[in-house]
């Protein structure tokens, strides 16, 4: 035959091997019920001039004894002189277990053409037509495939399962099965780990790094695994690309650690400096939120931080405010009827509550004594709290029989403090006006009684004076 390279895609074997004058080698695979076969088989290679049918157009080429491990083999075959082949031709292949019986032919011929600057494989660069199941491209071999592109090497794929494919001088989208790396002097080293951007490296399993294209040159890696780390010297953009109410690029005067819970750590921060100061501070919210000089250590705002009546929460040392309070105390609520009246605990440890009449309208008079009747046959025990035995006895009504007897409150499963102190202002005076009543009466009944004693010892008298006479 002429010296040229012969093109395969067999049956039973791909990536086939340069065929150079009489003898080429002859890689690939073989596979027995759908398993790879191992032991030894008798090959028998016959060249036709067609796909179906046609001559032969050389004498068969019987390999005897090929070693079959894990299903890959390698052969030297020789066709002799074949200066005949100078168009498509077509492989036959037949195989037996090695040492006799009768040769079992395999579905389809493989395409076979010269090329005599091919380089070597089993694949046309027109492309290959009924490929079997079990071919593919790439070494029968312990050897990396590696691609080049004018001289210069893009990829390498490694012999090693599970090992990590390489990509130089190139870009690429959606690649990887363990392990993707995209951008520019990336390393994605970890098992199931993501690189990506400008100098990311993420070295440990399950991480996920991204690194920006800062003016000097730098490196971002991950320090442990299943960490997932960004760098955008730019700024971090959810769902936009400009601040909040603008059309200023982000910020990055912002940093996040959030260490594994599985450390126990306490050192967990987020960070964001103010538009006047650079001390630390957090704010959450929406529209127009800024942190100046003096501002809370955290924030959770709304509109605006400095409007006080849309602050959902304020922390500075030793004082929690809520929904906008101003109030003075360790923890205090709202700033108006729609969050509390400022009401507010003590640094003393006593809950305070709202009570201004500017607070307060509907007022109407209390029958006191009405009050102080209910109160006397409201029923009063001690109980501990379902759960919460711990905590102590406590004493007191229930709140069904406290809305039942007073209609206070807008359900009759709690009790507000303010009622039951109202309760108790109420059935004080009610008691006293019983008490003055009482009074009254007794001091009427001892008017009378000490009139006719007076009347009696007048009486007496009389008398006592007759008898002397």
Not at 99 to 105: I, W
Not at 140 to 159: C, E, H, I, R, Y
Not at 199 to 223: C, M
Request: proline content about 3%; some cysteine; hydrophobic content about 40%.
């Amino acid at each position: 035959m002429n010296r040229a390279a012969l093109y395969a895609a067999l049956a039973a074997v791909s990536a086939m091997g340069t065929a150079h004058a009489e003898r080429f080698t002859y890689h690939g695979q073989l596979q027995d019920a759908g398993a790879a076969a191992n032991g030894r088989y008798d090959l028998r290679l016959t060249l036709y001039s067609s796909a179906q049918g046609g001559a032969a157009l050389a004498a068969p080429v019987d390999l005897y004894g090929v070693d079959v491990r894990d299903g890959s083999f390698s052969a030297q075959a020789d066709f002799g002189t074949l200066s005949g082949l100078d168009a498509q031709a077509w492989l036959e292949v037949a195989l037996r277990p090695a040492g006799g019986g009768g040769y079992a032919r395999l579905d389809g011929r493989s395409p076979v053409a010269p090329d005599t600057n091919a380089c070597p494989g089993a694949w046309s660069i027109d492309g290959n037509a009924a490929n079997p199941a079990n071919s593919y491209f790439g070494t029968a071999d312990a050897q990396d495939v590696l691609m080049k592109a004018n001289g210069t090497l893009f990829l390498t794929a490694p012999s090693a399962a599970g090992g990590a494919v390489g990509l130089s001088n190139a870009s690429v989208s959606g690649a990887g099965l363990h392990s993707t790396a995209l951008g520019f002097a990336y390393a994605a080293q970890g098992y199931a780990s993501i690189s990506g951007g400008y100098s990311a490296g993420a070295l440990h399993d399950g991480s996920i790094v991204w690194g920006d294209k800062p003016s000097t040159a730098h490196e971002i890696n991950d320090s442990a695994a299943n960490q997932f780390i960004v760098q955008a010297n730019g700024g971090v953009g959810i769902n936009t690309s400009h601040a909040e109410g603008g059309t200023a690029p982000l910020d990055a005067t912002m940093t996040v650690a959030l260490p594994s819970s599985a450390t126990g750590t306490a050192l967990a921060s987020i960070k964001l400096r103010g538009t006047e100061s650079t001390t630390t501070a957090v704010t959450f919210g929406g529209l127009e939120n800024l942190l100046g000089s003096g501002h809370p250590l955290l924030s959770i705002v709304g509109h605006n931080a400095d409007d006080t009546d849309r602050t959902y929460a304020t922390f500075t040392q030793n004082r929690v405010s809520l929904l906008g309070s101003t109030t003075a105390g360790a923890f205090s609520v709202g700033s108006d009827a729609s969050s509390g009246n400022g009401a507010y605990l003590t640094t003393g440890g006593t809950w305070t509550n709202a009570s201004s009449r500017s607070f307060k309208d509907g007022f109407a008079a209390v029958n006191v004594e009405g009050v102080l009747e209910k109160l006397v046959a409201l029923p009063v025990q001690t109980w501990f709290y379902k759960q919460a035995h711990a905590e102590g006895l406590h004493m007191g009504p229930v709140a069904e029989d406290f809305a039942g007897a007073f209609g206070l409150g807008n359900d009759d499963k709690h009790v507000g403090t303010v009622d039951e102190s109202g309760v108790a202002f109420a059935a004080i005076q009610g008691l006293n006006r019983k008490v003055e009543s009482r009074d009254d009466a007794l001091e009427r009944e001892n008017a009378t009684l000490r009139s006719r004693l007076d009347a009696l010892n007048a009486r007496l008298e009389k008398l006592e004076q007759r008898g002397e006479q």
